[in-house]
């Protein structure tokens, strides 16, 4: 079973490379942010063409999360469940192939004096609780792009970020809070060393100079971390003509899903 994460950077502007990666890469649930659409535009019917069911939670011109699943969809959640959220439309849960499955787009925070990253570290201790602790016998996969570098062999040069976002203290205990509950930053378990980045700038020429974070994460329970064989990012997915700034990452787990029908869904 593959399961992948992707910020697309607009999936209006993107589909087409979506699009050809999907049919490259066959993943069975795909977690994608930013697509920059509302629920109205959302291709559910090319994502139905491809085999796969979707579920969308979007505004429009900015944030979007979704999933799109070819081993079936159901429980789909937007958002925290509560009241509307300040940061929009960047959470949407359900369950794939007997796994709960979580897109998330965690808000970006600007700049450490921006009333924005407070809003962030309250997202992200929001989702915390909505994850809650973990046991022996959950199966959850908490998939998307975080905007944290969990730890300095995360970026191409930490001197270079000091004082900045995505590398502070605050934001990176949020994610030590959620390894603590009890899920693995698989990626880090099976690639220990630095270097494998997932998100490059446009500018400056980032990704050819090997100037970029590794933000992008799959974070999983325990019993799902015990099944996974190969955790990766497909840095080739970056190459290319109108690439996302980020690239996907992709996990690979030893579990057989049987093949279950695919109906449009919103």
């Not at 920059?36 to 019917?45: E, V």
Request: charged letters at 25%.
């Amino acid at each position: 079973m593959r399961i992948a994460t992707w910020n697309v950077n607009s999936l209006t502007a993107r589909w087409d490379r979506v699009e050809e990666w999907i049919r490259l890469r066959e993943p069975d649930v795909l977690c994608l942010q930013e697509t920059k659409q509302d629920d109205a535009k959302f291709p559910f019917d090319g994502f139905a063409s491809l085999g796969y069911e979707s579920v969308h939670h979007g505004e429009g011109r900015w944030n979007g999360v979704a999933i799109v699943s070819r081993i079936g969809l159901e429980d789909a959640r937007k958002g925290f469940g509560t009241e509307d959220d300040e940061a929009g439309s960047r959470i949407v849960a359900a369950t794939c192939g007997g796994i709960t499955v979580m897109s998330c787009y965690v808000p970006n925070g600007r700049a450490l004096d921006d009333p924005h990253y407070e809003i962030k570290l309250r997202w992200l201790d929001r989702l915390s609780e909505f994850i809650g602790p973990s046991d022996d016998h959950r199966e959850l996969v908490a998939a998307g792009d975080f905007n944290v570098a969990p730890c300095d062999a995360d970026v191409w040069d930490p001197s270079a970020l000091a004082g900045m976002t995505h590398v502070s203290v605050a934001e990176r205990e949020r994610i030590d809070a959620l390894i603590s509950s009890g899920l693995e930053d698989v990626v880090r378990s099976h690639h220990s060393e630095g270097g494998n980045f997932s998100w490059w700038d446009y500018r400056n020429g980032s990704f050819h100079r090997g100037w970029g974070m590794r933000i992008d994460l799959v974070l999983c329970s325990a019993r799902i971390s015990q099944q996974v064989h190969t955790a990766w990012i497909d840095r080739d997915a970056r190459k290319g003509p109108k690439p996302s700034d980020h690239a996907p990452v992709v996990v690979d787990l030893d579990r057989e899903v049987p093949p279950i029908a695919v109906s449009t869904g919103a």
